[in-house]
């Protein structure tokens, strides 16, 4: 099974950037798709970002044009850049790799956006 270790959390002025790093311990085209979630407190689980073994990704409408999702294949790694922060955004973030109906999640991020 395919590990998966986020990084790259942080606390960051409302405006900046953050670059979150989700790093496999195989190759992550096992997996059919990609995602980050995130979920704040008092708040459910949210997909916010998703990319495809071929390269689709979709957004969803809190975080599209502000956060991009990538991937790097020789480094086994999925990227969510995060741009134009706000305090809205504080959440505890987490990668996700599916296969069919399996998951396996990372141990999550921690991002803090203060104003």
């Known amino acids: 099974q395919v590990d998966l270790v986020e990084s790259g959390g942080g606390s960051v002025q409302a405006g900046g950037s953050l670059t979150l790093s989700c790093a496999a311990s195989?190759?992550?085209?096992?997996?059919?798709?990609m995602a980050w979630s995130r979920q704040a407190p008092g708040y459910e689980r949210e997909l916010i970002a998703s990319?495809?073994?071929?390269?689709?990704?979709t957004y969803a409408d809190s975080v599209k044009d502000r956060f991009t999702i990538s991937r790097d294949p020789a480094a086994n790694t999925v990227y969510l850049r995060m741009d134009s922060l706000k305090p809205e955004d504080t959440a505890t973030y987490f990668c996700?790799?599916?296969?069919?109906?399996?998951?396996?999640w990372g141990q999550g991020t921690q991002v803090t956006v203060f104003s």
């Open positions: 990319i495809n073994v071929g390269g689709r990704v």
């Open positions: 996700r790799g599916r296969i069919l109906s399996r998951s396996v």
């Open positions: 195989g190759n992550i085209f096992e997996f059919n798709d």
